[in-house]
């Protein structure tokens, strides 16, 4: 928690506060984070409750975000060149193995099954 600045430090304490209410299926306004937010005596700027109940206002909303993979992520770095050589190399191995395990999932037909 030390390494996160002040805004995700706040972003973070308002999503708990709406898994809380999804948990216990109470209703998903700002008024209520905000209440969860003062018991817990924390403090955010006063437009994170708003923009997170708008976005996440139904139960739906929250477990659609949470039942889906994660967001689409960075391009990666540059990474080290002796390393991305030899993951290079693993790469280039591993569709071969790939095909060997579906020859031998052969399962002789199946077509003719009805």
Request: with cysteine; net charge negative; proline share 4%.
């Amino acid at each position: 928690m030390d390494k996160l600045g002040k805004q995700q430090k706040e972003e973070l304490a308002t999503a708990l506060c709406i898994l809380a209410l999804y948990d216990g299926e109470a209703e998903i306004s700002a008024d209520q984070i905000n209440t969860l937010l003062d018991a817990a005596n924390i403090e955010v700027e006063a437009f994170y409750p708003i923009i997170f109940a708008n976005f996440l206002s139904t139960p739906k909303k929250i477990l659609d975000l949470i039942c889906s993979p994660g967001g689409t992520g960075g391009g990666g770095g540059g990474g080290g060149g002796a390393a991305a050589a030899g993951a290079d190399a693993a790469a280039e191995e591993a569709p071969k193995e790939e095909e060997k395990e579906e020859e031998e999932m052969d399962l002789g037909g199946g077509m003719d099954m009805f």
